[in-house]
């Protein structure tokens, strides 16, 4: 299945992003493989940059280390796909400043969701960063379920038990973006986390 064959945004209502950089993920993939899926906050500012993007992309390089610190051994994007775990970003479009509004995270909920149908075996999902947490709850409230993910600090929450339709939901911390490597906290915390999801899926 070719997800970018699945899914698109035809409207583009928002305002606060730049569409000149819209990605849907162009990856070849069996859906029934998939157990885990990771999602991120936005398109990169260059789509050179983005997890499918050839060569080395920087969604790549901080991802692979992120998954490293959690004590997997893998090298590429594929390698990741080939263990069962999909990556995606909740907003397709780049950001055009350092937040992106509510409605827009709202707006691209409703893609995200025809994206996580696609999979039907999913056992866990890694929420990176507040603007998926807010998009997976979205989702969550419109199926009649309830927030998922409480207010609150993520380091403050992040060790509770959170469920959504029986399979494990795990909020952390962004693992793309400059932060990832001055943060060593939040580094730590995201390879916990990472490392729990596979244990979950």
């Not at 610190?69 to 893998?74: K, M, S």
């Not at 998926?132 to 969550?140: G, P, Q, T, V």
Request: aromatic share 10%; glycine share 8%; proline share 5%.
């Amino acid at each position: 299945m070719r997800v970018d064959d699945h899914l698109a945004c035809n409207t583009f209502p928002c305002g606060d992003v730049n569409k000149a950089v819209y990605l849907i993920p162009q990856v070849d993939i069996e859906p029934e493989t998939i157990s885990v899926v990771m999602i991120s906050e936005a398109a990169p500012e260059k789509p050179d940059d983005y997890y499918y993007a050839p060569g080395d992309p920087s969604f790549q390089r901080t991802t692979v280390l992120a998954f490293q610190d959690a004590g997997i051994g893998v090298s590429s994007i594929q390698d990741i796909l080939n263990l069962g775990v999909y990556l995606t970003t909740t907003v397709k479009c780049g950001k055009t400043g350092y937040g992106i509004q509510s409605g827009t995270i709202k707006e691209c909920s409703y893609l995200l969701e025809r994206e996580l149908a696609l999979f039907p075996n999913i056992k866990a999902y890694l929420l990176m960063g507040d603007v998926a947490i807010k998009a997976f709850n979205y989702i969550a409230v419109r199926e009649g379920v309830g927030k998922v993910i409480p207010a609150g600090s993520t380091y403050k929450i992040r060790n509770q038990v959170f469920t959504y339709r029986g399979k494990r939901v795990f909020p952390s911390y962004l693992q793309v973006g400059p932060s990832f490597n001055i943060e060593k906290s939040k580094r730590r915390m995201i390879a916990e986390d990472i490392a729990a999801a596979m244990k979950a899926g």
